[in-house]
Nanobody
Framework: QLVESGGGLVQAGDSLRLSCAAE????????MGWFRQAPGKERELITT????????FYADSVKGRFTISRDNAKNTVSLQMNNLKPEDTAVYYCAAEFEATTQTIEIARVDYWGKGTQVTVSA
């Protein structure tokens, strides 16, 4: 299972760090990613990191502001979010795909989801 932490209420321009701890899975065999879902909108992929941590993907909406990282020794993946904007307000979900063959993660291929953590950015 995946357990997220670190969400909260911040002001525009602030930073926030999300963490996701993986339990009971062979973490190094999973591509990890973060999705988010704003009210009334579809869940969207914002970033992924491959099994080794050498390759990352970012959606245009977060490129240059968000950084994904992983620690395979601790079975954790983190998302550093800087210069947050009100449009970043959403529930953020950690996701894992086993032995992914592409850099992006499709919702249908996600093997594990976290329960989500709320991020709210006020103007």
């Amino acid at each position: 299972q995946l357990v997220e932490s670190g969400g909260g209420l911040v002001q525009a321009g602030d930073s926030l760090r999300l963490s996701c701890a993986a339990e009971d899975l062979t973490f190094v065999r999973y591509t990890m990613g973060w999705f988010r879902q704003a009210p009334g909108k579809e869940r969207e992929l914002i970033t992924t990191i491959d099994k080794s941590g050498d390759s990352t993907f970012y959606a245009d909406s977060v490129k240059g502001r968000f950084t994904i990282s992983r620690d395979n020794a601790k079975n954790t993946v983190s998302l550093q979010m800087n210069n947050l904007k009100p449009e970043d307000t959403a529930v953020y979900y950690c996701a894992a795909e086993f032995e992914a063959t592409t850099q992006t993660i499709e919702i249908a291929r996600v093997d594990y989801w976290g329960k989500g953590t709320q991020v709210t950015v006020s103007a």
